[in-house]
């Protein structure tokens, strides 16, 4: 079915609905001109054009997504905060709270902080491991936009067939919302289609799922509409879904397996690749889909995420002093401002207690778009920048950049102004811990921090994904 759907008002009789429409002459509308559109590095436009440029931005998507990313607080001062004075209190807390466990949570040695990195790198997105990275390797040196677009196809069919069970759930939560904004005799009817409706199994049920709701249920909406013109709060909530189905109905096992033997085809045919590559593809596809149904853990983020949950509770369920409950919205607004697509970095962070000190630890990884490599260039031409921002406990703050081309490195760090008399112990300590990683140290620049200067250099690579970004379809 398509992607959208639209449900119309039906036509008056009187307006000749079987007519024929008349030729028209052609329309005198000049096509777009590709040249003529915004480049990402475009001259520097005159004063008019960057005032209307500003008005146009205002009410769209990446506005929008800037206005809330410069009046969400960082992380540090939210999360950060309340898990400082959550540990400075943990002493005085007579009874386990989520809070509490959360603070119990926290990684204390240098093994449990590598693996919570870890962990946040490998399953920050469901299209992580050896399957994605190959395909990944394919898509960076094939260049072939053919060999994209099957993949594209096949990352949305496998999206939604991880996400069976949720879209299933929307669906059902959907028919039922209608069912109480529609008048009694539609209502009863689409209750009784709606027991048909399997939650238990999402995967093995989709096609039953489908079939009811395609040859049943949406028949009866659609004569809803036609018959009683209804422009209330049923017709938002039949697009969700509407929506839903489509998600759903992508995601059925037959779509995901025959978009990955069109891939296959199409790297085997199209790109050439060896036997070994293709074989290689197929058993790391098996081996992902038998991960499928096992759910990685992590004892800190899954006690967050429980946190968060809670957040708009009573501060006395979640462990918060009263008037700290605000806090919980800014951190998920956080989290979720980190997965727009506007986000030109991978952002980790890592509260943790080591050496007996609290310390908040946030990493910025540059994501690599291929904008600043020339064509056929290999990735490792392009630096690797990396940003360091943490505070500990009882000493201040520090900030450090880090710029990798293979195994040199170029570092820019500071350190609070306290510690300015031991400099050159700060040098010599950098140098020994890029050695013992096999890494050299090129540039070094190790200076006192008086100001924060890391989420000055994050907008500015924010701001310049403004015209580089692509979300059509």
């Not at 708009?312 to 002093?321: H, K, Q």
Request: with cysteine; hydrophobic share 35%; net charge neutral.
């Amino acid at each position: 079915m398509p992607d959208n759907l639209r449900i119309t008002a039906p036509i008056p009789a009187n307006e000749g609905a079987g007519k024929t429409n008349p030729l028209k002459e052609p329309s005198n509308a000049e096509a777009v001109n590709p040249a003529r559109a915004a480049q990402p590095n475009a001259p520097e436009q005159g004063e008019a054009s960057r005032s209307l440029e500003l008005l146009l931005n205002l009410e769209s998507v990446y506005g929008k997504f800037i206005r809330q990313l410069r009046s969400t607080p960082p992380l540090s001062k939210s999360l950060g905060r309340a898990l400082g004075d959550a540990v400075a209190a943990q002493g005085r807390q007579t009874e386990p709270t989520p809070l509490g466990r959360l603070v119990e949570a926290l990684p204390a040695s240098e093994e449990e902080i590598l693996e919570n990195l870890r962990f946040q790198q490998e399953n920050g997105s469901e299209f992580s491991g050896p399957f994605f990275r190959l395909l990944n390797l394919l898509s960076e040196n094939g260049g072939d936009a053919g060999f994209d677009l099957q993949l594209a196809g096949f990352l949305k069919a496998y999206d939604a067939f991880r996400n069976a069970d949720s879209a299933t759930r929307s669906i059902l939560r959907d028919v039922k919302t209608i069912a109480g904004q529609i008048p009694g005799k539609y209502a009863e009817s689409l209750k009784t289609l709606a027991g048909k409706l399997s939650g238990e199994r999402p995967v093995e049920d989709a096609p039953a799922n489908l079939g009811v709701l395609k040859g049943e249920i949406l028949p009866l909406l659609c004569r809803y509409v036609s018959r009683t013109n209804d422009y209330g709060k049923s017709r938002e909530t039949v697009s969700l879904l509407l929506h839903h189905i489509t998600m759903l109905e992508a995601g059925v096992k037959t779509n995901v397996a025959g978009s990955f033997r069109r891939l296959l085809d199409y790297a085997t045919y199209n790109l050439n690749l060896p036997k070994g590559t293709v074989d290689a593809m197929q058993a790391l596809f098996a081996e992902e889909l038998k991960k499928m149904g096992q759910t990685p853990r992590n004892e800190f983020l899954d006690s967050l995420v429980s946190l968060l949950k809670q957040r708009g509770r009573d501060g006395a369920e979640t462990g918060l002093p009263s008037g700290q409950q605000p806090v919980w919205k800014d951190v998920c607004s956080s989290l979720l401002l980190d997965s727009s697509v506007y986000m030109p970095f991978t952002h980790l962070f890592l509260p943790c207690v080591y050496g007996g000190r609290y310390l908040f630890a946030q990493m910025w990884v540059e994501k690599d778009d291929g904008s600043a490599r020339p064509a056929g260039a290999p990735a490792a031409d392009k630096p690797l920048r990396v940003f360091l921002s943490f505070e500990i406990q009882d000493l201040g703050h520090f900030e450090a950049s880090v710029a990798l081309t293979g195994k040199d490195a170029e570092l820019s760090l500071g350190y609070p102004p306290a510690l300015d008399g031991s400099r050159g112990e700060i040098r010599e300590a950098l140098a020994s811990i890029f050695g013992k990683n096999g890494l050299f140290l090129s540039k070094t620049d190790v200076s006192p921090c008086r100001e924060p200067k890391i989420e000055r250099e994050i907008m500015k690579k924010v701001e310049e994904r403004k015209h580089a970004v692509n979300v059509t379809v």
